[in-house]
Nanobody, 123 residues
Framework: QVQLVESGGGSVQAGGSLRLSCAAP????????WAWFRQAPGKERVGVAA????????DYADSVKGRFTISQDNAKNTVYLQMNSLNAEDTAMYYC????????????????WGQGTQVTVSS
């Protein structure tokens, strides 16, 4: 079993930035794809960004393009989500996922999930 550990959430004012981290400590597991999802209160969980380990290609939800950047450090088996120009609509619980087994990164077809880290943006 692979455990994903997220960190970096918190409270920030609109226009601010946060960087989330997701690590898989104590394992040699190498995911084919890592992604970040988020779930706002009363809403479904949605995909935010994904990165493919081989080659490092990335993809983003339209709502975060140009503001969020997903990156990876293969040596540390860690993935990051740099979030800039945050607004109130970005307030949500953010989840890390690893190991895509489906065909679409924005769907919930991942082998492993983190417990989530809360991001709150005040206007």
């Amino acid at each position: 079993q692979v455990q994903l550990v997220e960190s970096g959430g918190g409270s920030v004012q609109a226009g601010g930035s946060l960087r989330l981290s997701c690590a898989a400590p104590g394992t040699t597991y190498r995911a084919n794809c890592w992604a970040w999802f988020r779930q706002a209160p009363g809403k479904e969980r949605v995909g935010v960004a994904a990165i493919y380990t081989a080659g490092g290609s990335t993809d983003y939800a339209d709502s975060v393009k140009g503001r969020f950047t997903i990156s990876q450090d293969n040596a540390k088996n860690t993935v990051y989500l740099q979030m800039n120009s945050l607004n109130a609509e970005d307030t949500a619980m953010y989840y890390c996922a690893a190991g895509l087994y489906g065909g679409y990164w924005w769907r919930d077809d991942y082998n492993y999930w983190g417990q989530g880290t809360q991001v709150t943006v005040s206007s």
